[in-house]
């Protein structure tokens, strides 16, 4: 039988390595549920860190966006349960969306670099809080009838807080965590994929 | 029926390039083969072929088939593969979740629901089979890089697998520990009829067991048979010649000084040996001419 010239192939799915997605994922929302009952404000602004662990659980296991939603909503329930905000139903809402915003940017900057160094970790951690602290806000605003001046000038200006301080706390952790839960069998033949 | 049958199997992890092309191949039951080639050849996605990795855990574009004991890897699932296959990777540490290594090897043999007492009689067997028999209590984290790789193998054998998928298993050792683990692998192929698929870049280590040689580059079969047909062809070409061993190389350039052929060497015993038979024939020969 000769070898055929020009052979076609075909595209496989995944159908493996589930689990270890599963597990990333769950560690990480459990970290930042611990560190969320642990750190203290500085200043009156506190890292939403589960924002920033599902941003990393993002980029290290790549998930798609109903996935992503998933993932959103379980980090959705945890800060609706361990809030002390006014309205924390708003995080059902908020988390999903921002998970959802966190993956897209994922998807579409892939390839992006600067001097060899990805900031997708903090650009995709930046627009995921954002998104999550603007729907959390406007939800909370529209139900509890928060006045215009407050919404603007209180809270909108911690939502871009919080989103610096969080992009910063992925760009540093993302690397770090990638080494820890990537696993060296996905990067075993990284030279024979090129 | 062979332990693995690569099929015309072609592989692109992102679709296009290819890390493995038309590979034809086949691991006879009960054989020690060996696959070496250069960097970036597309050795260690062969062993991730075998093992169902890919295209299971890596998804990509592929072509052709691989067949484990009969089973085609696409169509069963990792861990219908994994009842056939034993695979212990380049990063064996990867492979080491528990704290001691009596867990290590119960972990394995949990998984598949096993009963307490099979498990218990197991992690005994496996551990004399690696020579780790008296370390059940030890802490993982305290054993050395070589007694690490022989545990990995050993939560691998403890499942009894026919086939063994390893990928350069000597790379972290020292020169006495790769002598020691293929003796190791060698004794475990010969007494328990495994058939061992290894990845080796040092032919040295390996030209005593292997019955089969397999070279890759560019993700195709560059030359593949017994070593003394393999060798030769790789001596023959350019980018290969140096991955032949030393005993061969000085067999190889021998034969062509000198016009003689050689028996296929194993080991320097074995050279030693015919180089002072034919030396002592060709100073008889001188000395009657004279």
Same mark, same amino acid.
């Given at each position: 039988?000769?070898?055929?010239?020009? #052979?076609?192939?075909?595209?496989?799915?995944?159908?493996?390595?589930?689990?270890?997605?599963?597990?990333?994922?769950?560690?990480?929302?459990?970290?930042?549920?611990?560190?969320?009952?642990?750190?203290?404000?500085?200043?009156? *602004?506190?890292?939403?860190?589960?924002?920033?662990?599902?941003?990393?659980?993002?980029?290290?296991?790549?998930?798609?966006?109903?996935?992503?939603? =998933?993932?959103?909503?379980?980090?959705?329930?945890?800060?609706?349960?361990?809030?002390?905000?006014?309205?924390?139903?708003?995080?059902?809402?908020?988390?999903?969306?921002?998970?959802?915003?966190?993956?897209?940017?994922?998807?579409?900057?892939?390839?992006?670099?600067?001097?060899?160094?990805?900031?997708?970790?903090? &650009? @995709?951690?930046?627009?995921?809080?954002?998104?999550?602290?603007?729907?959390?806000?406007?939800?909370?605003? /529209? &139900?509890? @009838?928060?006045?215009?001046?407050?919404? !603007?000038?209180?809270?909108?200006?911690?939502?871009?807080?919080?989103?610096?301080?969080?992009?910063?706390?992925?760009? &540093?952790?993302?690397?770090?965590?990638?080494?820890?839960?990537?696993?060296?069998?996905?990067?075993?033949?990284?030279?024979? #994929?090129? | 029926?062979?332990? /693995?049958?690569?099929?015309?199997?072609?592989?692109?992890?992102?679709?296009?390039?290819?890390?493995?092309?038309? *590979?034809?191949?086949?691991?006879?039951?009960?054989?020690?083969?060996?696959?070496?080639?250069?960097?970036?050849?597309?050795?260690?996605?062969?062993?991730?072929?075998?093992?169902?990795?890919?295209?299971?855990?890596?998804?990509?574009?592929?072509?052709?088939?691989?067949?484990?004991?009969?089973?085609?890897?696409?169509? %069963?699932?990792?861990?219908?593969?994994?009842?056939?296959?034993?695979?212990?990777?380049?990063?064996?540490?990867? #492979?080491?979740?528990?704290?001691?290594?009596?867990?290590?090897?119960?972990?394995?043999?949990?998984?598949?629901?096993?009963?307490?007492?099979? /498990?218990?009689?197991?992690?005994?067997?496996?551990?004399?089979?690696?020579?780790?028999?008296?370390?059940?209590?030890?802490?993982?984290?305290?054993?050395?890089? =070589? #007694?690490?790789?022989?545990?990995?193998?050993?939560? &691998?054998?403890?499942?009894?697998?026919? /086939?063994?998928?390893?990928?350069?298993?000597?790379?972290?050792?020292?020169?006495?520990?790769?002598?020691?683990?293929?003796?190791?692998?060698?004794?475990?192929? +010969?007494?328990?009829?495994?058939?061992?698929?290894?990845?080796?870049?040092?032919?040295?280590?390996?030209?005593?067991?292997?019955?089969?040689?397999?070279?890759?580059?560019? =993700?195709?079969?560059?030359?593949?048979? +017994?070593?003394?047909?393999? !060798?030769?062809?790789?001596?023959?070409?350019? =980018?290969?010649?140096?991955?032949?061993?030393?005993?061969?190389?000085?067999?190889?350039?021998?034969?062509?000084? !000198?016009?003689?052929?050689?028996?296929?060497?194993?080991?320097?015993?074995?050279?030693?040996?015919?180089?002072?038979?034919?030396?002592?024939?060709?100073? +008889? %020969?001188?000395?009657?001419?004279?």
């Amino acid at each position: 039988m000769e070898t055929r010239e020009n #052979q076609e192939l075909v595209k496989m799915e995944k159908t493996g390595g589930k689990t270890r997605g599963v597990a990333v994922t769950a560690l990480l929302l459990a970290i930042g549920v611990i560190l969320r009952l642990v750190s203290p404000s500085i200043a009156g *602004i506190t890292p939403n860190w589960l924002i920033a662990m599902y941003c990393l659980a993002i980029l290290l296991v790549r998930p798609g966006l109903k996935q992503s939603a =998933g993932i959103g909503l379980v980090a959705g329930v945890v800060c609706m349960v361990t809030s002390k905000a006014i309205f924390p139903y708003a995080n059902l809402l908020s988390e999903p969306v921002g998970a959802v915003a966190c993956a897209l940017v994922v998807s579409l900057t892939d390839r992006v670099k600067i001097f060899g160094l990805t900031l997708q970790p903090a &650009v @995709s951690t930046f627009i995921g809080t954002l998104v999550s602290g603007f729907v959390f806000i406007t939800v909370t605003k /529209i &139900v509890m @009838s928060v006045p215009l001046q407050v919404y !603007l000038y209180g809270m909108l200006p911690v939502v871009l807080t919080v989103g610096a301080v969080n992009c910063a706390v992925a760009q &540093v952790l993302y690397y770090p965590a990638a080494k820890l839960f990537a696993g060296r069998l996905a990067a075993a033949p990284k030279e024979e #994929q090129a | 029926m062979a332990a /693995i049958v690569f099929d015309d199997f072609s592989y692109a992890y992102d679709g296009t390039t290819k890390a493995l092309d038309g *590979i034809r191949l086949e691991v006879a039951k009960g054989s020690f083969t060996v696959v070496a080639g250069p960097s970036g050849a597309g050795k260690t996605t062969l062993c991730l072929a075998a093992c169902g990795a890919v295209p299971h855990y890596f998804g990509g574009s592929m072509a052709g088939a691989v067949r484990v004991a009969g089973v085609d890897t696409a169509a %069963g699932s990792m861990g219908d593969i994994a009842a056939h296959v034993g695979t212990v990777l380049e990063d064996y540490e990867s #492979q080491l979740v528990t704290m001691t290594v009596a867990e290590e090897v119960a972990f394995t043999l949990e998984n598949r629901g096993m009963k307490h007492e099979t /498990i218990a009689r197991r992690i005994g067997e496996v551990l004399a089979q690696v020579g780790l028999a008296g370390l059940e209590d030890r802490e993982v984290g305290a054993l050395s890089g =070589g #007694q690490k790789q022989r545990l990995a193998i050993a939560a &691998v054998l403890a499942t009894r697998p026919g /086939i063994l998928v390893l990928d350069e298993p000597a790379s972290a050792l020292d020169p006495e520990g790769a002598e020691e683990l293929y003796a190791l692998l060698a004794g475990l192929n +010969r007494e328990t009829g495994m058939a061992l698929l290894v990845v080796e870049h040092d032919l040295a280590r390996v030209l005593a067991y292997a019955d089969q040689m397999v070279v890759l580059a560019g =993700g195709r079969v560059a030359c593949q048979g +017994r070593p003394e047909d393999v !060798l030769p062809a790789m001596w023959r070409q350019p =980018g290969l010649a140096a991955m032949v061993p030393p005993l061969w190389q000085i067999k190889l350039g021998l034969e062509e000084k !000198l016009d003689e052929s050689f028996a296929a060497w194993r080991n320097e015993e074995e050279a030693a040996a015919e180089l002072g038979g034919f030396i002592a024939a060709r100073r +008889r %020969g001188g000395e009657k001419s004279a």
